[in-house]
T-cell receptor, first 117, second 117 residues
Framework: ETGVTQTPRHLVMGMTNKKSLKCEQH?????MYWYKQSAKKPLELMFV???????ENNSVPSRFSPECPNSSHLFLHLHTLQPEDSALYLC????????????????FGPGTRLTVT | AQKVTQAQTEISVVEKEDVTLDCVYE???????LFWYKQPPSGELVFLIR??????QNEISGRYSWNFQKSTSSFNFTITASQVVDSAVYFC??????????????FGKGTSLLVTP
């Protein structure tokens, strides 16, 4: 495997289900991200992890719970979602932000298309 | 407030035509970073270019070229002799070095480019 992989690619879940999205990066990066892409809206940053610590949480509802067990893996645990949470969820990775500026591009996975019924 | 504006929602051109995708950004930082990504129908965001705010040199990569003008806060992207495979949604993004969300990429809403034979 190369680059950033995401599983599953498609997921349909009921509002009472619990599911998890998985992301794995094979680029040696140590920062990972979750983005949400809804129709007609810009990509929204949800969570950022650097060196396995969460450093950014953009006011995301608690029904989304991230987990980063190591620098190569990132999960997004989902529970009691709403239909408006249906979207494409994209994972990305990059080099650690050094604090001197963010000039390391993010590499994205293919996304998980989530439908909440 | 929208930090990145891509005024063109959809563009349709015939193969071999040149096409320019506009991007206007807004920031108070003196150090910032601009990006272009391509999102083909498969969904994966593909990194195209990163430009630092202190480097206004334009760049050419094959049929792709980028025109960065700080005076007008624009970072436009031109595809020369377009091909059907260029059909995709193109996103412009901004990252600000001093932002509290320094990791965040602020994306525009994207321009959907359709190249027909």
């Amino acid at each position: 495997e190369t680059g950033v992989t995401q599983t599953p690619r498609h997921l349909v879940m009921g509002m009472t289900n619990k599911k998890s999205l998985k992301c794995e990066q094979h680029l040696g990066h140590n920062a990972m991200y979750w983005y949400k892409q809804s129709a007609k809206k810009p990509l929204e940053l949800m969570f950022v992890y650097s060196l396995e610590e969460r450093v950014e949480n953009n006011s995301v509802p608690s029904r989304f719970s991230p987990e980063c067990p190591n620098s190569s893996h990132l999960f997004l645990h989902l529970h009691t979602l709403q239909p408006e949470d249906s979207a494409l969820y994209l994972c990305a990775s990059s080099q650690e932000w050094t604090g001197q500026g963010f000039d390391y591009e993010q590499y994205f996975g293919p996304g998980t298309r989530l439908t909440v019924t | 407030a929208q930090k990145v504006t891509q005024a063109q929602t959809e563009i349709s051109v015939v193969e071999k035509e040149d096409v320019t995708l506009d991007c206007v950004y807004e920031t108070r930082d003196t150090t910032y970073y601009l990006f272009w990504y391509k999102q083909p129908p498969s969904g994966e965001l593909v990194f195209l270019i990163r430009r630092n705010s202190f480097d206004e040199q334009n760049e050419i990569s094959g049929r792709y070229s980028w025109n960065f003008q700080k005076s007008t806060s624009s970072f436009n992207f031109t595809i020369t002799a377009s091909q059907v495979v260029d059909s995709a949604v193109y996103f412009c993004a901004l990252s600000e070095a001093t932002s509290n969300s320094g990791y965040a990429l602020n994306f525009g809403k994207g321009t959907s480019l359709l190249v027909t034979p």
